[in-house]
């Protein structure tokens, strides 16, 4: 059923980007970004000379449950630029982009990173990730529009730059910290755990399970609930935007116990940058180990690069 | 002693979500099978299961608001078990084509209110335990709630005992008795408004049916008496409860770090009682053809 609605939707949006004929991309160059993250460093790298849009930006939904509507396949079918996760993450985009074939270039970054198809999704918590994703950008805008390639590849560079105060903070993290016990209630900031050298001691199936919404084991539910009852980790860091009961009851538990829990987001949520973002996350799971504070919701702070 | 560490893999009976899962399960498989019964003989198994998928709606609007699942399984199955006693249509077609409609207009709500659980919180999974349930995540608060809920539906059942067994043999009969048949249908829908909730929490809307029915098919056709029906019914859900959550437990070492879902478990011991009684009673059927045989035999010599 879902498969013919999708090939019904597909048709009608082909029939309607046909329609439309010439867009004003020669003017103006369009870029999107599936994940408000990647449209974020897209426009940090493209400047005020691209227009950029972004698909997935509300940082209370589960990313994974995202539906396209038409006029999001038409914004997708008329961008010269899309940057998606991949990984699974977001597969609609592929179908909706080999329905209205065209010119343009498309980064898919689990494929960039040359990661496996079953590698954990939530690939921007990696700070190896979006310097990546920043020179494909500067190299597909500057294929697209030659005359200002040496402006994105300096934006690029700058963007690249930026990024230092958090990798330090990594760094910093992981001297003080590294070898923390942490347990996670998902996968979504398990890159970032480990760049900082924590020890994720959660089961790794049942964070899949949690994160597609499938039956946990009762084995790995009791191990988790061990960890936080026992006192063998140091912070529960829980993803916001993919809670259940079983969720909640993890976080629960962990407050009983004393235990500092952080909500790492998925989606980059209002009011940030991604560096900013990412800095925050950072230095929440600092705050959670240092000083036993837990962090529930980022501020809604000034936007800062 | 072996057998026993065999049976029950490592670690079984100190489980706090096998524990949750032991007594919710339980407690929604005995109901059930009683319920059961009833629902059977009075021919009403198409209405309870239909009465299945409308509470799913509720089970997924509690998602939506942030309630407590049971409750909305529940509120959502009462208002349903309610409308079907209120139109009271006596015509068997007019009665499941009334059924059918409800329980598509009860998926349609479940479908939107997942739809918009979906795209306005962060509801992962609701779809998977509304529909096919996901025992070892309820939560340990629950077992309180659901086990009052299932003291009460069997109440209600001991409460209407007689009257409720002569009317689901013969309507016509209890009314000449003097039975308030409505009445009845009232206490017994209400009942089966809380086996369905009770038993939609524990394997889902969807498959809540078969632990409705199966054990009560199984034990009516094993035995002839109301009472062994009961009993029977009762120890084939609980057998096939408890196997069901052994058996998810166990398939984690199969397939290494993998448990398989309960409710498949469940849904198929179920099946399989329902067969075997079948057969046991295909084989006690010529046990008594032979036992009438033989006598008559033994008189000519």
């Known amino acids: ?148 390639a040496a402006y994105f590849q300096s934006r690029a560079r700058a963007f690249v730059a930026s990024l230092a105060p958090w990798q330090e903070a990594i760094e910093r993290f992981k001297r003080r910290y590294g070898g923390t016990a942490v347990a996670v209630t998902e996968p979504v900031a398990d890159d970032l755990l480990e760049a900082a050298g924590c020890t994720i001691l959660s089961p790794y199936p049942l964070q899949i399970a949690i994160m597609n919404g499938t039956d946990p084991a009762p084995q790995d539910v009791a191990a988790q609930e061990a960890l936080l009852s026992e006192h063998k980790v140091k912070v529960l860091l829980y993803n916001r935007q993919v809670t259940n009961p079983l969720t909640a009851s993890f976080v629960d538990l962990a407050r009983r116990n004393g235990i500092p829990v952080v909500g790492v987001y998925e989606t980059m949520p209002v009011g940030y940058h991604y560096r900013s973002w990412m800095l925050a996350e950072t230095s929440a799971l600092e705050q959670a180990v240092s000083h036993g504070i837990s962090t529930t919701q980022l501020g809604t702070g000034t936007l800062r690069p | 002693m072996r057998l026993l560490g065999l049976m029950f893999a490592p670690g079984f009976f100190s489980n706090a979500p096998v524990h949750t899962a032991l007594l919710v399960g339980g407690g929604a498989a005995v109901v059930s099978a009683v319920v059961g019964v009833f629902t ?98 309820i939560p340990a608060s629950i077992v309180p709630v659901a086990l009052a809920i299932a003291v009460a539906a069997l109440a209600a059942i001991a409460a ?5 067994l002569v009317s689901a043999v013969s309507e016509d009969l209890a009314q000449a008795q003097g039975t308030r048949v409505r009445l009845i249908g009232l206490v017994h829908g209400s009942a089966l408004a809380f086996a369905v909730a009770l038993s939609a929490m524990t394997v889902g809307a969807i498959l809540s049916t078969a632990l409705l029915i199966g054990p009560a098919a199984a034990g009516l056709r094993l035995a002839d008496r109301p009472g062994r029906s009961l009993a029977i ?22 397939t290494p770090g993998r448990g398989w879902p309960v409710s498949f478990f469940i849904v198929v011991l179920v099946f399989l009682a329902y067969l075997l009684a079948g057969l046991l009673a295909r084989v006690r059927l010529r046990g008594v053809r032979l036992a009438a045989a033989q006598p008559s035999g033994c008189g000519q010599h």
């Open chain 2, 40 to 137: 059977v003989m009075r021919g009403q198994s198409f209405a309870g299961h239909a009465l299945a998928d409308v509470s799913s709606a509720g089970g997924a609007a509690s998602y939506l608001l942030g309630l407590n699942p049971l409750v909305g399984f529940l509120g959502m199955a009462a208002l349903a078990a309610g409308g079907m006693e209120w139109a009271d249509v006596r015509d068997a077609r007019e009665r499941d084509l009334l059924t059918g409609v409800m329980l598509g207009a009860g998926l349609g709500l479940t479908a939107l209110f997942l739809y918009f659980a979906a795209v306005t919180g962060s509801a992962t999974g609701a779809a998977i335990t509304v529909l096919f349930g996901s025992m070892f995540t």
């Open chain 2, 160 to 164: 209407i005992y007689r009257p409720l």
């Open chain 2, 233 to 254: 019914a009762v120890l084939t859900g609980l057998i096939a409860t408890w196997g069901g959550i052994l058996l998810a437990y166990d398939s984690y070492y199969w």
């Open chain 1, 1 to 148: 059923m879902r498969r013919r609605l999708t090939v019904l939707f597909i048709l009608a949006v082909t029939a309607a980007v046909a329609g439309c004929g010439h867009s004003p991309r020669d003017s103006t160059l369009s870029a999107v970004g599936i994940e408000s993250q990647y449209a974020d460093v897209i426009a940090q790298v493209a400047g005020p000379r691209v227009r950029v849009r972004a698909i997935e930006t509300d940082p209370n939904t589960d990313p994974h449950a995202f539906e396209a509507s038409p006029a999001i396949a038409h914004s997708l079918a008329t961008a010269s630029l899309v940057v998606e996760n991949g990984l699974g993450y977001d597969p609609w985009v592929d179908r909706i982009l080999a329905a209205s074939p065209g010119a343009r270039t498309v980064i898919d970054v689990g494929r960039l990173l040359g990661l496996p198809a079953t590698a954990n999704p939530h690939v921007w918590y990696d700070p190896k990730t979006m310097p990546a994703v920043a020179e494909a950008v500067a190299a597909a805008l500057s294929a697209a529009r030659p005359s200002d």
